[in-house]
């Protein structure tokens, strides 16, 4: 059974970084393509940064694109958000997860999340 556990979050001014890290447990997580997702309040949870299973590939949403970079460490069972020149609407509560997501008892199984506001 897989567990996600996110870290790195907090209150940063426009123009800052900040550093996400997920920890997974599960001894296969190597085989599998992980997302960075985030949650606004009053919507919905998107996909901001996607990264193959080999962290050879990486795609990301047209608004973080350029300023966001997904990384991950395998031996580690971890994956990174690295995000830079942040921006007011890139608060929110960004969690990590399978790509696509992984299902426990057919539900969507999601991590506690860490909240990222960026704010003057």
């Known amino acids: 059974q897989v567990q996600f556990v996110e870290s790195g979050g907090g209150l940063v001014q426009p123009g800052g970084s900040l550093r996400l890290s997920c920890a997974a447990s599960g001894s296969i997580f190597s085989i599998y393509a992980m997302g960075w997702y985030r949650q606004a309040p009053g919507k919905q949870r998107d996909l901001v940064a996607r990264?193959?299973?080999?962290?050879?590939?990486?795609n990301y949403a047209d608004s973080v694109k350029g300023r966001f970079t997904i990384s991950r460490d395998n031996a580690k069972n971890t994956v990174y958000l690295q995000m830079n020149s942040l921006k007011p609407e890139d608060t929110a509560v960004y969690y990590c997860n399978t790509n696509p997501p992984t299902l426990q008892l057919g539900v969507e199984y999601w991590g506690q999340g860490t909240q990222v506001t960026v704010s003057s």
């Open positions: 990264i193959s299973s080999g962290g050879y590939g990486t």
